[in-house]
């Protein structure tokens, strides 16, 4: 539901006051206050054609870009920088490992037991019918 346009307006330029305030002062920004979301919200509401539009987008896009973290460039060369069709190159230090035409080895500890490999049924009655102390029944019943 949008605001009428007074309050949309009155909203934009608090948005903007508080971001030039957070530049010039250097401060970081609070998520709390949503200052992002208004900000967006406010560069949506340009017109779709507008030049002020599209370079407030490129900023933000290109602010965001430069404050994420990438993953770290491979330091084997061009022929490690991606993954191959064959399955290759995924692992900087076993290249070979998932590549089409290799055996599968598994690189960590399965986390389901398999169907068959069930544990013994000695240990399992020892685990749960085991007695700490011993009660005689009153009826001198011995199971």
């Known amino acids: 539901m949008r605001l009428s346009s007074t309050t949309d307006t009155f909203l934009d330029y608090k948005t903007l006051l508080e971001v030039i305030k957070g530049r010039v002062t250097g401060e970081l920004v609070d998520d709390r206050t949503m200052i992002m979301e208004h900000l967006i919200q406010a560069v949506a509401g340009l017109p779709p054609l507008s030049k002020n ?50 055996p599968y080895a598994r690189s960590c500890r399965p986390t389901i037991t398999p169907p068959g490999n069930l544990p013994d049924p000695g240990v399992i009655y020892d685990c749960i019918m085991k007695r700490y102390e011993y009660k005689p029944h009153p009826n001198g019943v011995s199971s």
């Open 53 to 102: 539009r599209v370079e407030l987008t490129n900023g933000f896009i290109g602010e965001l870009w430069n404050t994420l973290q990438h993953p770290p460039q491979s330091y084997m060369g061009d022929q490690f920088t991606y993954r191959q069709p064959d399955g290759s190159n995924n692992n900087i230090q076993f290249p070979h490992i998932g590549a089409a035409n290799t």
